[in-house]
């Protein structure tokens, strides 16, 4: 089936240690996002790549840095920079034009500091 | 600056009833999208209907339309003949030129038997 996966479904962080969330996607979408969700808070954008071997900045880029290799992939790192980390990760994807126009999110990941 | 406003923190709605949930945005951008999600207490963000700033016809995806105001910069979600299974966060988003996407603060909807 296609969709989105990320994983893990946890992860727990170490005070001054960097964490990948990964996140793969097999809807032949062109764009992909990261956004971060905190308790009872909406969704604030990461980081977003249209294409393959670029992105952009979102709101809350720092401390946060992503690749773009390869279409379906779009892991994002959480460096020991990000003083708070603990939220919930999505991660999205979406398709443009057409008749069908809209952005599908992945299950999340939740982070949590030890 | 691009913005996104929900202004309604909370909603009650009697089941097998209709309910409207406030979205207004702020864009200079002539093309853009709107989108509403729904999401449950489980986290994940499930798309329920989008509405493109050229479509002159409201959006309707089963008991979900859209009433896209353009001129008063609204993009309002109905939800007709409530479900218990309705209750959860709703969030409205906006798309840009730029492909960048922002979302409201989310309004959380409970559905009494």
């Known amino acids: 089936d296609g969709g989105i996966t990320q994983s893990p479904k946890y992860l727990f962080r170490k005070e001054g240690q960097n964490v990948t969330l990964s996140c793969e996607q097999n809807?032949?979408?062109?764009?992909m996002y990261w956004y971060r969700q905190d308790p009872g808070q909406g969704l604030r954008l990461i980081y977003y790549?249209?294409?393959?071997?670029?992105?952009q900045k979102g709101d809350i880029a720092e401390g946060y840095s992503v690749s773009r290799e390869k279409k379906e992939s779009f892991p994002l790192t959480v460096t020991s920079a990000q003083k708070n980390p603990t939220a919930f990760y999505l991660c999205?994807?979406?398709?443009?034009?057409?008749?069908?126009?809209?952005?599908?999110f992945g299950p999340g990941t939740r982070l949590l500091v030890l | 600056a691009q913005k996104i406003t929900q202004t309604q923190p909370g909603m009650f709605v009697q089941e097998k009833e209709a309910v409207t949930l406030d979205c207004t945005y702020d864009?200079?951008?002539?093309?853009?999208?709107l989108f509403w999600y729904k999401q449950p207490s489980s986290g994940e963000m499930i798309f329920l209907i989008y509405?493109?700033?050229?479509?002159?016809q409201n959006a309707t995806e089963g008991r979900y339309s859209l009433n896209f105001q353009k001129a008063r910069k609204s993009a309002n979600l109905v939800i007709s003949a409530s479900q218990l299974g309705d209750s959860a966060m709703y969030f409205c988003a906006m798309s840009y030129n730029n492909n960048d996407m922002r979302f409201g603060a989310g309004t959380r909807l409970t559905v009494k038997p």
């Open positions: 864009t200079s951008d002539q093309s853009y999208g």
């Open positions: 809807l032949n979408h062109d764009a």
């Open positions: 999205a994807s979406r398709t443009f034009g057409g008749e069908e126009e809209t952005q599908y």
């Open positions: 790549s249209q294409i393959v071997n670029d992105f």
């Open positions: 509405q493109g700033s050229y479509d002159e």
